[in-house]
């Protein structure tokens, strides 16, 4: 089984930057598509972000394209989520998520999805 810890949220001003970071422990992930998530309050969850496990594609919601980057460095069993340009509309909890499945499965499973961590606060606001 694989375990998910996000860390990194926190506050910052609009137009600021942050970086999550979701560390994996039991498992290795090297062969798990990874994922990013967000849910605001009183809004569902929604898929920010996926990569495949070798890091050959990627995808995003079109609120952030342009403005995040996922990635992840598999010897470290890490996935990351670069943030900038970060609006008040960006605050949310963030969750990572991985699974063997496509990426572009992954918005549509998020019940069956392999492993959740515990989610981040990011607060946007001036």
């Known amino acids: 089984q694989v375990q998910l810890v996000e860390s990194g949220g926190g506050s910052v001003q609009p137009g600021g930057s942050l970086t999550l970071s979701c560390t994996a422990s039991?498992?290795?992930?090297?062969?798990?598509?990874a994922a990013w998530f967000r849910q605001a309050p009183g809004t569902e969850r929604d898929l920010v972000a996926a990569i495949t496990y070798s890091s050959s594609r990627t995808l995003y919601a079109d609120s952030v394209k342009g403005r995040f980057t996922i990635s992840r460095d598999n010897a470290k069993s890490t996935i990351y989520l670069q943030m900038n340009k970060l609006a008040p509309e960006d605050t949310a909890v963030y969750y990572c998520a991985v699974d063997r499945s496509a990426i572009a499965t992954m918005a549509n499973r998020q019940g069956t999805l392999d492993a959740w961590g515990q989610g981040t606060l990011v607060t946007v606001s001036s």
């Open positions: 039991g498992d290795s992930i090297n062969t798990y598509a």
